[in-house]
């Protein structure tokens, strides 16, 4: 079994000041996962969703369903 790393990457549309989610879609055909983590802090933990959980969420962002204010 081969390890594949994330490739991890954030939005062009970051332009928050570095509070942003890095993502690693990378993963989510060969083994199921769809890692995030907080590009401010790396090597800090990451939140590990499925790739319809995450297909659901970035729908949900799309829809406003997340108001910023």
Known sequence: MT???PRWF???YSENGGACV???TNLAVPHG???L???KN???P???LAPGAWVAFV???QQGAFPTA
Do not use: M, Q
């Open 10 to 12: 954030k939005s062009s």
């Open 46 to 48: 990451t939140l590990t």
């Open 42 to 44: 790396p090597h800090g």
């Open 37 to 39: 983590r907080d590009s």
């Open 33 to 35: 996962i769809v890692p």
């Open 3 to 5: 390890t594949e790393s």
């Open 22 to 24: 890095e993502v690693a």
């Open 59 to 61: 729908g949900g962002v």
